[in-house]
């Protein structure tokens, strides 16, 4: 780049070097940041060239094997947090995000405190919102077209959001250039693709009304001696098959397209934490410090959406006691997967784990779907499934490559 000397901030958390031209006002809109990596004897070794990358001894063995590791943690934690709900009747999943939200701020809580309580910003808790709110259509997306398909549809329409919103600086974050424009471009394109292909697939979804028909919450009016249950069904569940699937299909992308926004409050902060005239001037750089604030707008979001539903409900939700343990540990894998994935970023940089992790996940995802719930039956439709999903996970690594 032209003129202008790296700026090195430095820090008691992972370091980076941030290298371009300074602009008036000492902010450059097209700087980027990269971790440094410790090399023998405490000296940094500046890994913002692309070959860097493969460049091998023994720290940096040891950094992409720990980066690797807690990246695979993450996308199984990731597509496997909505097993242990995926055969106990979840009514309109209105309960079950309110208790899973809740145990991702208490286990989020216990994060901050091992972090000794970093700075809190407040715009952090904006992705919180976002995320809940693509989150309060899981169970409805879950119902109609299945774990498997659900999950690889929002995973891949996250992907998309993620990559136009880095690659292009929306929202007044930096934008990524690529070594590799091209490769960047077919893996979008790719992921794009691999979106059409899943709607042609067929799903055996059963409803669960067996498991548990009777709600915790009854309706305390006598009838014949004792109390009446709430039996009003959920609207998923009685809608005809195609219009659910499309409802599903449609959910399932603005559902991926909120969870690839929800992590643009933080990536403004960093983007911003050099700008001399910015609030966030000095804000960290480091990922985990980010995740406390984040989960706090989860939660507070998810009541404040559990409140008004209890209200339009008359006070009477569907809350279901079979709900409560599994969506609390579908949290608590949530959580761990999130702190997983932003320690790896801190070892081989978040153009690399994002594509990863969000094509990773689907796959987990559908191999749980396909496999142990049965949910994609037939030859031919397998074969669309297995194509779309090599599709994603092709574009999800030409989008990594381009950036080396």
């Known amino acids: 780049m032209d003129g202008g000397d790296p700026v090195l901030i430095q820090s008691d958390k992972p370091t980076y070097s941030i290298i371009g031209v300074t602009w008036p006002g000492g902010c450059n809109p097209r700087r980027h940041a990269r971790p440094n990596v410790q090399g023998e004897n405490n000296h940094a070794i500046d890994t913002a060239g692309t070959s860097d990358f493969f460049f091998f001894n023994s720290t940096k063995v040891t950094r992409l094997a720990y980066g690797f590791a807690a990246n695979?943690?993450?996308?199984?934690?990731?597509?496997?947090?909505?097993?242990?709900?995926?055969?106990?009747?979840?009514?309109d999943g209105m309960f079950f995000q309110w208790v899973s939200c809740a145990a991702i701020w208490m286990v989020a809580k216990v994060g901050?405190?091992?972090?000794?309580?970093?700075?809190?910003?407040?715009?952090?808790?904006?992705?919180?919102?976002?995320?809940?709110?693509?989150?309060?259509?899981?169970?409805?997306?879950?119902?109609?077209?299945?774990?498997?398909?659900?999950?690889?549809?929002?995973?891949?329409?996250?992907l998309l959001m993620g990559w136009a919103s880095s690659r292009f600086g929306w929202f007044g974050i930096t934008p990524q250039d690529v070594s590799r424009p091209i490769l960047n471009y077919c893996g979008a394109g790719l992921c794009l693709l691999s979106g059409v292909i899943f709607f042609f697939v067929r799903t055996d979804v059963e409803t669960q009304?067996?498991?548990?028909?009777?709600?915790?919450?009854?309706?305390?009016?006598?009838?014949?001696?004792?109390?009446?249950?709430?039996?009003?069904?959920?609207?998923?569940?009685?809608?005809?098959?195609?219009?659910?699937?499309?409802?599903?299909?449609?959910?399932?992308?603005?559902?991926?397209?909120?969870?690839?926004?929800?992590f643009i409050p933080v990536l403004y902060i960093k983007s911003h934490?050099?700008?001399?005239?910015?609030?966030?001037?000095?804000?960290?750089?480091?990922?985990?410090?980010?995740?406390?604030?984040?989960?706090?707008?989860?939660?507070?979001?998810?009541?404040?959406?559990?409140?008004?539903?209890?209200?339009?409900?008359?006070?009477?939700?569907?809350?279901?006691?079979?709900?409560?343990?599994?969506?609390?540990?579908?949290?608590l894998m949530w959580t761990l997967a999130t702190f997983c994935w932003f320690q790896a970023n801190n070892y081989l940089t978040a153009v690399i784990t994002f594509p990863m992790?969000?094509?990773?996940?689907?796959?987990?995802?559908g191999l749980w779907g396909s496999l142990v719930?049965?949910?994609i039956r037939g030859l031919a439709n397998c074969f669309i499934f297995i194509l779309a999903s090599c599709v994603v996970l092709t574009g999800s690594m030409l989008t990594a490559f381009s950036k080396l």
Not at 72 to 91: C, D, H, M, Q, W
Not at 289 to 301: E, N, P, R
């Open 357 to 365: 992790v969000t094509a990773g996940y689907g796959l987990v995802a």
């Open 112 to 158: 901050d405190l091992m972090l000794q309580s970093p700075k809190f910003h407040p715009l952090a808790m904006l992705g919180g919102v976002i995320w809940a709110t693509g989150n309060i259509t899981a169970v409805p997306i879950v119902k109609a077209i299945g774990l498997s398909l659900g999950i690889l549809i929002w995973g891949s329409s996250s």
């Open 209 to 262: 009304h067996h498991l548990e028909s009777t709600p915790l919450l009854i309706d305390r009016r006598v009838n014949s001696g004792g109390y009446r249950a709430i039996t009003s069904e959920f609207w998923m569940d009685i809608i005809g098959p195609k219009t659910r699937r499309i409802i599903g299909y449609l959910l399932a992308v603005v559902s991926g397209l909120l969870y690839g926004s929800s």
């Open 273 to 331: 934490s050099s700008c001399h005239d910015s609030v966030y001037h000095g804000a960290s750089l480091y990922d985990l410090d980010y995740v406390y604030a984040q989960c706090s707008g989860i939660f507070l979001t998810s009541t404040v959406y559990f409140l008004i539903y209890c209200a339009a409900m008359n006070n009477k939700p569907r809350v279901y006691a079979q709900v409560i343990l599994p969506a609390f540990i579908s949290g």
């Open 72 to 91: 695979a943690l993450a996308v199984v934690l990731y597509g496997s947090n909505f097993v242990p709900v995926k055969r106990i009747e979840t009514g």
């Open 373 to 375: 719930f049965r949910e």
